[in-house]
């Protein structure tokens, strides 16, 4: 069974800088993604930020050159440094790992972890 631990997140400043950590564990990851979404009240879930294990990233527009993803493959954990946070990055940010499983890809979720930016 595959178990997601998140960590980090918290309480931030306008302009400041926090750090995510995901760490996957439970099974054996060869071909995968590591990622982070996040909901902000009231709305939908967006992908925040990805990586695969071909060491690819992408993000989304409104993070972009603010925000860096990266991994340990050794540890299966994903960090998301967060930095020159604004308000709008306030939301609960969810681990996002798919795993090809040979046929298909199955998709684990973190249980979500807050972040709030604010003065």
């Known amino acids: 069974q595959v178990q997601l631990v998140e960590s980090g997140g918290g309480l931030a400043q306008p302009g400041g800088s926090l750090k995510l950590s995901c760490s996957a564990s439970?099974?054996?990851?060869?071909?995968?993604?590591m990622g982070w979404h996040r909901q902000a009240p009231g709305k939908r879930r967006e992908e925040v930020a990805q990586?695969?294990?071909?060491?690819?990233?992408r993000y989304a527009d409104s993070v972009k050159g603010r925000f860096a993803i990266s991994s340990d493959e050794g540890t299966m954990t994903v960090f998301l440094e967060m930095n020159n946070l604004s308000p709008e990055d306030t939301a609960i940010y969810y681990c996002?790992?798919?795993?090809?499983?040979?046929?298909?890809?199955?998709?684990?979720w973190g249980q979500g972890i807050q972040v709030t930016v604010s003065s």
């Open positions: 996002h790992v798919q795993r090809y499983n040979g046929l298909s890809w199955d998709d684990y």
């Open positions: 439970g099974t054996t990851f060869r071909q995968y993604t």
């Open positions: 990586i695969s294990y071909t060491g690819h990233g």
